[in-house]
């Protein structure tokens, strides 16, 4: 049976790289032929260009060029939905759309929207897309493109929970209804387009509070359960499917994390940094665009109370007394220290947006979370990094390298490191997998995987704006 830990090839098709920078022989470009791609934008294949331009490593260029447009050429299908625009985005190797990661994946070309209305369709489609699958089921992470078939995904199909048709995945993850205000709000502040926030949108809204209400858990476990027959105890919750018990302190429990796997302890604290930081990007929607106040109040009253709680809540101290933010808490006193390269995790904080980068309990973690503080951070012979416990142990996320590319973007001899790790992890594929041995990277999993891809060509191109020179550099 196919699920997300396995290797599913891409079976991407070949095409010629642009005349201006023809890389040597081995480095044909991985892009799907012209006529195959799925979707195109000129502005996306401008940018391309100019970044390609600024990159001296030939290797590093080449792996840009190929990821960047990934999430293009590959994973998106659109069409119409009651006369306006419709964007199914695929993770890539699985024929479905999660809400973050079709989020994430999109956000590399948030800012040539402005001045391409092919990229502005593309993000009216996903956005009203995204509106349509809370609203169906709030708590799923992953949908259908035909919101009336059933399931085909094998570890899905005997799911002990309320499946409905349209809904691919039903595991409960804060993030999932975190990224979409992101894309929301990021969407608008880069080109000052109002069109998608339509009633359908403010009704999604709602329901994301709603249901962050509901999983404060008050008073009473709420309507959400989840049960999966597996030998892997990631994949299921226990305590008949209401996951292991919280004390309502006011965070918002979580049956999973951003890696589908469950939670130790259900208040996953980065995932309730996003949400606080999300939902004031709701409220600031809510009231600019929509005029709905009730709304705004409603998103800033629960952001507010969430923020308390994880003062309170969200800290620990490590063995050798330094204060960091826990990965996860129960409410109860109990908290677990690790990080995951899933974002949002601790290491990626800052990056969106929850923490500046030079807060000091912020720092703290983040080197804690990137040492053997951390029983998922390894160091290899190949690569050193973060994984997780989805994959196992001496596996290292590419992902968790390029966050921290991110977090440490004024620090060239990091950064230097950071690159070459991540040129030397793609097995000579051309793209970022989701893991890969510490030791040997031609053991990875997923050779498509649009979120990574998209990450890596983010990277890229903002350190083209912060770090010129370091991309003038070969290898």
């Excluded at 969430?306 to 309170?312: D, K, P």
């Excluded at 677990?336 to 800052?350: G, I, K, Q, R, Y």
């Amino acid at each position: 049976m196919i699920d997300r830990r396995t290797l599913i090839g891409s079976g991407l098709a070949l095409a010629t790289t642009p005349a201006f920078a023809r890389p040597a022989p081995a480095f044909v470009s991985k892009r799907p032929a012209p006529a195959d791609r799925r979707f195109v934008s000129k502005a996306v294949e401008r940018e391309i260009l100019r970044v390609s331009k600024q990159i001296a490593d030939p290797k590093l260029r080449w792996m840009f060029a190929n990821c960047y447009p990934n999430t293009l050429d590959t994973t998106v299908k659109m069409s119409t939905v009651d006369g306006k625009p419709d964007a199914f985005v695929i993770t890539g190797d699985i024929d479905a759309l999660w809400l973050r990661d079709s989020s994430a994946q999109v956000r590399p070309y948030l800012h040539l929207a402005k001045d391409d209305a092919d990229l502005r369709r593309l993000y009216h489609g996903l956005i009203a897309r995204q509106a349509r699958c809370i609203l169906l089921d709030p708590y799923a992470n992953a949908f259908l493109e035909d919101p009336n078939a059933r399931t085909q995904l094998g570890w899905a199909l005997h799911d002990r929970t309320e499946m409905k048709p349209g809904v691919a995945e039903r595991k409960w993850e804060i993030d999932s209804l975190c990224y979409p205000i992101r894309l929301a709000h990021d969407y608008w502040k880069a080109t000052g387009d109002t069109a998608p926030f339509d009633a359908t949108w403010a009704e999604s809204a709602r329901a994301i509070v709603r249901t962050f209400r509901e999983q404060q858990r008050k008073t009473g476990p709420g309507p959400y359960r989840f049960q999966r027959g597996s030998e892997r105890p990631t994949e299921t919750l226990m305590l008949d499917g209401y996951g292991a018990p919280t004390r309502p302190v006011g965070l918002i429990h979580s049956g999973f994390r951003p890696s589908d796997d469950a939670c130790v302890y259900p208040f996953l604290i980065p995932a309730n940094y996003f949400a606080v930081t999300t939902l004031r990007e709701l409220a600031v929607l809510a009231i600019t665009v929509r005029q709905d106040a009730a709304l705004a109040n409603d998103a800033t009253a629960l952001a507010d109370e969430v923020a308390a709680a994880l003062r309170s809540y969200g800290t620990m101290r490590l063995r050798d007394g330094r204060e960091v933010i826990a990965y996860e808490a129960d409410g109860f006193g109990n908290t677990l220290f690790m990080d995951d390269a899933n974002v949002p995790s601790l290491s990626s904080l800052a990056y969106l947006r929850c923490f500046d980068r030079n807060d000091a309990l912020w720092q703290r973690t983040a080197a804690a979370a990137w040492s053997e503080a951390n029983p998922y951070w390894s160091r290899g012979k190949v690569v050193e990094g973060i994984g997780g416990p989805h994959v196992g142990l001496g596996h290292v996320w590419p992902m968790s390298l390029i966050m921290r590319g991110f977090s440490y973007d004024g620090d060239l001899p990091t950064l230097r490191t950071i690159m070459r790790m991540l040129s030397s992890s793609d097995a000579g594929t051309g793209f970022i997998h989701e893991a890969v041995d510490q030791d040997d990277p031609s053991k990875f999993t997923r050779d498509w995987f649009a979120w990574a891809n998209g990450l890596f060509g983010e990277l890229l191109v903002h350190l083209a704006a912060v770090q010129p020179k370091l991309l003038q550099e070969t290898l």
